[in-house]
């Protein structure tokens, strides 16, 4: 079992930044790729970035790529993502996944039937 606990969110203005973290425990860290999806209301959960498990390699969706830095700090455990310029359409909730089956390396999405853990998600709303 890993279990990951998400912190960070908030209610923000158009514009400002906010770091999402996750802390897991459990299993060991590194042998798991990490991600951060969201869902917004009426939508389904989608993925927004994800890490190799070194940390060295990221893989982000189209709508956020210059915007949110995925990054991971594997002797702390933690998984973070720091999300800059926000937009309302940002507006979701946030949740961590982590995955032992997917390989960033076929640079496409994390799929949510990859998932072998999530956190409860962290509510990010950003206001105009």
């Known amino acids: 079992q890993v279990q990951l606990v998400e912190s960070g969110g908030g209610l923000v203005q158009a514009g400002d930044s906010l770091r999402l973290s996750c802390a897991a425990s459990g299993r060991t860290f590194t042998d798991y790729y990490m991600g951060w999806f969201c869902q917004a209301p009426g939508k389904e959960r989608e993925l927004v970035a994800a890490?190799?498990?070194?940390?060295?390699?990221?893989y982000y969706t189209d709508s956020v790529k210059g915007r949110f830095t995925i990054a991971r700090d594997n002797a702390q455990n933690t998984v973070y993502l720091q999300m800059n310029s926000l937009k309302p359409e940002d507006t979701a909730v946030y949740y961590c996944?982590?995955?032992?089956?997917?390989?960033?390396?076929?640079?496409?999405?994390?799929?949510?039937?990859?998932?072998?853990?999530w956190g409860q998600g962290t509510q990010v709303t950003v206001s105009t």
């Open positions: 890490v190799s498990r070194s940390g060295r390699t990221p």
């Open positions: 996944a982590a995955s032992s089956t997917y390989s960033i390396v076929w640079n496409r999405p994390l799929l949510e039937s990859e998932t072998d853990y």
